[in-house]
Each structure stands twice: as C-alpha cells, then as structure tokens.
C-alpha cells in the first residue's frame, strides 16, 4: 500500500476530485495548508506597505491507495494539478505499513 | 414655528448626526485593526465617548466658555441656551476618538481612561476657546490687523488636528506594534481584519459628515447652509478620486484603504472653509486633500517610522492643517462679514487677502506646537505612573481578553502565524 500526499493548488481541487473519483478511488482526506517553495511566497502592496505573503494558501490532498493504483493516481493528479506555472505543488509517495477501518476492524488493503 | 425654534431643531439634529460618526469611526478603527483586538477596539470607541461627556460636563465645558458653567450650574444650564452643551460634546468626541486609531493595538486601558478625561478637560477646550470661544487667536484680526482672525468654521483645527496630532503624541510615545518593522527598519503592512466594516464606517462618516459641517450654519441666519453641504459633498468626492488616483499610479491598484482614508481627508479639509469657498474651491481642496492624505500615510510610516495602524494621523492631522490653509487660499469673498467683530468679507490668498492666510497658518502652527507638546509630555508622564503599553505577551495574544476582557470572535480560531 502507498500513501499520497500531494500539495496542490487550491483552484485544482475539484478538477482532481472528479478525476479520482472516475478512476475509482473512493476516500481521500482534505486540508487547507500554507507554506511556500522555492519562489518563497511574494509581497503585495496594503496601505502603502509591503506585505509579505511568506505562506501561499495551498490544498493537501491525503489519499491511501493499493499499489497498483499508485501509479494511475500519481499520473492524475501530475495531469489534473498542472498548470505549468510556478506553484502548482508537489506529489509526496510514502510506504504504507497498515491500514483498519475502525468500524468492522478490516485491515490491510481491504480497508483502504 | 419661530426662528429660534427652528434654529435650535437644526442644531441638535446636526449635534445627533455627529454622535452617529462614533459608530463610524468605531468600524473604521476595528475594520483597520486585526481581529484579536476587535473587542478592545470597540471599547476605546465607546468609552471615549462616555468618560468625554463626563469631563466636558465637568470643567471642560466651562474652559470652553471663559470660565463659566462647570458641572453645567449657574447660568449654563438656563433652558434656552442649555442645548448649546450638546451641540458643542459631539465635537469634543470627534477629537478625542480620533488618536484611538492612531494608538490602537497596544495602548492599555487604563492609561486610556486617564487620557479621556485630560484632554476632555483641559487641552480641548483651550484650544477651542481660543477658536471659538473668542480667544486670542480669534482676536488676532481685532489686535493685530490679521484678516479676521483664526478661522475655522466646523473644526479642521478645533477638533481634527487636535485629535491627529494628539494620535501622533501617542504613536511616538508608544512605539510601533510588535512586528511593523523589520530588522533593517523598513516598514511592513499589517492588514485589518474586517474592510468591509471599515469600509462602511466611512459611509456612515460620510453621512455623520453633513451634520459636522452644517450644524452652525443657522447661528447666522442658514442663508450658507447650501453652499455648505455641497461643499462638503464635493471635497469629499475629490478627495476619494485624488487617493485612488494616486495610489493606481504609484502602485498599479487602487487600493481601497487608502481610498477611504482619502475621502475622510477630503472632508476634514473641507470643514474648516466648508462655508467660505466656491465650488471650484471645494474641489481644489478635496483633490489636495486626497493627495496629501497618501503621500502622508507614507511619510509617517517610512520617514518619521511612527506607526499609525489607520491612518489617523495624515487624515486628520494633516488634512485638518491643510483645510485651515485652505480657506486661507479659497475664500473667496462672498461670506464672513462680521466674524470676529472684523467688517467685510473673508478673502483668501487668491482673491487678495493674504492676511487671513496668514491668520490660518499661525492657527496651524500654534496648533500643532501646543497640542504636540502637551501631549507628548502628558503621554511621557502619564506612561511613568500608568504604563502606556500592554507587555509583549498580551500584544502578542491580543488585547480582547486580557484588557476589556472579551473575545470579539469566540468562534473563529485567529491565526498567530503571519502570512
């Protein structure tokens, strides 16, 4: 099992929601996040004064995948995330030990 | 109805408009200000208000008036002329909330409180009695030959350079909020947290406006009234098209904060030769006005490195100085007959009366040494026995809480990180 963890840009959310969805992925988890790369955010102009935007508001999408989804989940998101501008994010892939839905104590892929 | 009857309706009418500013300036203050010292924000607004009244009542009142009507007894509080208290506190108020904003965001409230009732007592009225109240800057025509005197029709000086320049006292003395500057001393912004509120306070300013410029106009007969309102409309107008201007030129948007402190520059400006100027004059004058307003904000902030969290200072210190000169340069003759026991129309700078220009800008100057200094001092003192500033873990935390103890939004987590 692997673990996806991908930082994306929060106007893709959807575009990549439906995506998953239409490969058959059935559960991922959502969150706001900030944080910045390798531009390190960028400055407005408020009332005259620099305003430093030192974190750009991001979306982290965590979805648990068997591992031969992985890869067809990696591509659609790297496809439906894109924008080929700075700032789209990144893909972070992770072994995943285990895995238990609470309510019938399933474990391993079954529970995913 | 009589005269006098109507004159007295007009009157305390304008005197409720101008209390209604208070909630103007209290949503400006709070919608420039960051959400964790909304509630502390809002309480300056409020009690500026109460304790002010009460000092007024008290001795400043009197001072005002020569010496006569503390606690309002004797002759002060006949009933025909008792109404001229009210009408004259919702002045008062608009000076004394003014550094509120200036000085927002770490100032404790204690040493708050002792403030109101100093400057609700005694620096106020001073100033005013040599205004209005037929001191000796209104006499400088009758003494010395310069124009008509200080002239100053609803309070450019009276009311908004004494609340501008007592907000730049308390800024020095105070020092900037945790954060607004960098190491290397260059200024950072420090976004409010509500611009809609602000932005409405502005309109209710705006509105509150027309009774701060109009409420005099009957005490000699009403015949400027119009001139008066559609002056004030246009300077404020100007003023809010100068600012947005301005700042899309030098920034490439126009950015809304410094589009309302704009247009309140305008209508400070407007209000001291609101009833002396044309039209045209009025436009000059709030276009100036709006212009100045940034191009002050920017001084403060980056050369003087004071830190005034919502523009308090450039919008009415230094459009109230400007709208003193601006009657000296605009008056154009057509009014003033009479003030201050001088015969003859009020004439300014470009219709060839260059002495009232020169009696405006000692009222400037006079303003800005007496107010700058006493405050500065008063805040200096007042800081050894009641600490000025809240300690660094309370700024950090925000004022709600541990000040005037609530939390204006209990149900929103408000972020500590930066971004």
């Avoid at chain 2, 008062?92 to 000085?103: D, E, K």
């Avoid at chain 2, 409230?109 to 205004?131: H, R, T």
């Avoid at chain 2, 919502?310 to 709208?323: F, L, N, P, R, T």
Wanted: hydrophobic letters at 50%; a neutral charge.
């Amino acid at each position: 099992m692997k673990k996806i963890e991908a930082i994306i840009k929060p106007i893709k959310l959807d575009m990549v929601k439906d995506a998953l969805n239409a490969i058959g992925i059935r559960g991922m988890t959502v969150s706001d996040v900030h944080g910045f790369g390798r531009q390190k955010g960028h400055v407005e102009i408020y009332h005259g004064a620099e305003l430093d935007i030192a974190f750009l508001p991001k979306i982290k999408i965590e979805i648990a995948v068997s591992d031969i989804m992985a890869d067809k989940v990696i591509s659609t998101i790297r496809e439906k995330a894109k924008t080929g501008n700075i700032g789209d994010g990144k893909i972070f892939v992770a072994k995943l030990d285990e895995a238990i839905r609470i309510r019938t104590s399933e474990r391993g892929e079954t529970a995913i | 109805m009589n005269d006098s009857i109507i004159a007295v309706i007009w009157t305390l009418t304008c005197a409720f408009l101008v209390i209604f500013m208070q909630a103007g300036f209290a949503m400006m203050e709070t919608g420039f200000t960051r959400a964790k010292n909304a509630g502390h924000t809002m309480a300056m607004n409020m009690m500026v208000f109460v304790l002010g009244v009460l000092g007024y009542w008290i001795c400043g009142y009197a001072l005002q008036r020569g010496g006569e009507g503390f606690f309002l007894s004797g002759a002060a509080s006949d009933a025909s002329i008792i109404m001229i208290f009210l009408s004259q506190v919702v002045y008062l108020n608009i000076a004394l909330t003014i550094p509120t904003g200036a000085m927002a965001e770490r100032w404790t409230f204690k040493s708050f409180v002792v403030y109101v009732f100093f400057i609700a007592m005694f620096v106020y009225p001073l100033y005013a009695s040599w205004v209005w109240g037929g001191g000796w800057l209104s006499q400088l025509g009758g003494n010395f030959g310069i124009g008509h005197g200080v002239l100053d029709y609803a309070g450019s000086s009276v009311v908004h350079m004494v609340g501008g320049v007592t907000g730049l006292a308390g800024a020095i003395v105070l020092g900037p909020r945790m954060g607004k500057y960098r190491a290397n001393g260059t200024p950072t912004a420090i976004p409010g947290h509500h611009i809609p509120m602000a932005v409405v306070g502005c309109m209710v300013l705006f509105f509150g406006w027309f009774g701060f410029n109009a409420g005099p106009a009957l005490a000699d007969g009403g015949l400027r009234l119009g001139v008066i309102v559609v002056n004030t409309m246009l300077a404020g107008v100007a003023a809010a098209v100068a600012a947005m201007c301005y700042v899309w030129f030098m920034y490439g948007k126009p950015d809304l904060s410094l589009i309302t402190n704009g247009l309140l520059g305008g209508l400070v400006a407007i209000s001291a030769s609101c009833a002396f100027v044309s039209p045209v004059g009025a436009i000059v004058t709030g276009l100036v006005a709006g212009v100045l307003c940034c191009t002050s904000v920017f001084f403060v902030e980056r050369k003087l490195k004071v830190d005034d969290p919502v523009g308090a200072v450039s919008v009415h210190g230094v459009c109230g100085a400007w709208g003193m000169i601006s009657l000296g340069l605009f008056a154009d003759g057509t009014y003033g007959d009479g003030l201050n026991n001088i015969a003859g129309m009020v004439k300014g700078l470009f219709y060839g009366g260059g002495l009232q220009f020169v009696a405006q800008v000692i009222g400037v100057i006079v303003n800005f040494v007496f107010v700058l200094a006493v405050m500065y001092l008063f805040f200096k003192v007042l800081d050894r026995i009641v600490p000025l500033r809240v300690s660094e873990e309370v700024e950090f935390e925000g004022l709600d809480q541990n000040e005037v103890s609530v939390t204006a939004y209990p149900d929103f987590s408000i972020t500590k990180t930066r971004r």
